[in-house]
């Protein structure tokens, strides 16, 4: 189904099954053909034919955005290079202030870096954070440092 898939993108992008077909290496007929198994699959009519263009209808405009999501995740899968070593869970106690300001772009750049890791962010006041990294519930701190 994700070649009928991107052959319907196709259609959408270039508003015909012939200039689709063009541009990805198809006949018209092979297009309207991966559309038509794509409509039997979905049981839904995604394209008004009555018209030169091929207009979504409106089942075919929820099914776009849809297809846009699936597509997409399936690009991405093949671009997972991250090794085991950078794959898990990083527990980060931070205090409000910095949750409210620079912290969001440091996860940000974190998150770009290691996609393998996910961040869990717990919000608390710089003593109740210190007491979890010590006891090991947390992995790192952004608090305010304490007075010892």
Do not use: C
């Not at 541009?23 to 995604?46: K, Y």
């Not at 690009?75 to 527990?91: F, H, K, P, W």
């Not at 912290?103 to 109740?128: K, M, Q």
């Amino acid at each position: 189904m994700l070649s009928e898939l991107r052959t319907f993108l196709a259609v959408v992008r270039y508003g015909s099954f012939a200039k689709a077909g063009e541009h990805i290496g198809l006949t018209q007929g092979a297009v309207s053909a991966q559309i038509q198994r794509l409509e039997q699959h979905v049981e839904l009519r995604l394209f008004d034919r009555s018209a030169r263009r091929a207009t979504l209808t409106l089942e075919g405009r929820e099914v776009h955005s849809r297809a846009e999501h699936i597509v997409n995740a399936m690009q991405q899968l093949g671009n997972m290079s991250y090794s085991d070593a950078e794959q898990g869970t990083v527990v980060l106690g931070a205090i409000t202030s910095a949750q409210q300001s620079w912290l969001i772009d440091a996860l940000a750049a974190f998150r770009n870096e290691y996609a393998g890791i996910t961040l869990r962010v717990i919000p608390g006041d710089s003593l109740n954070i210190i007491a979890q990294v010590d006891t090991g519930d947390m992995d790192l701190a952004v608090m305010v440092k304490p007075p010892y």
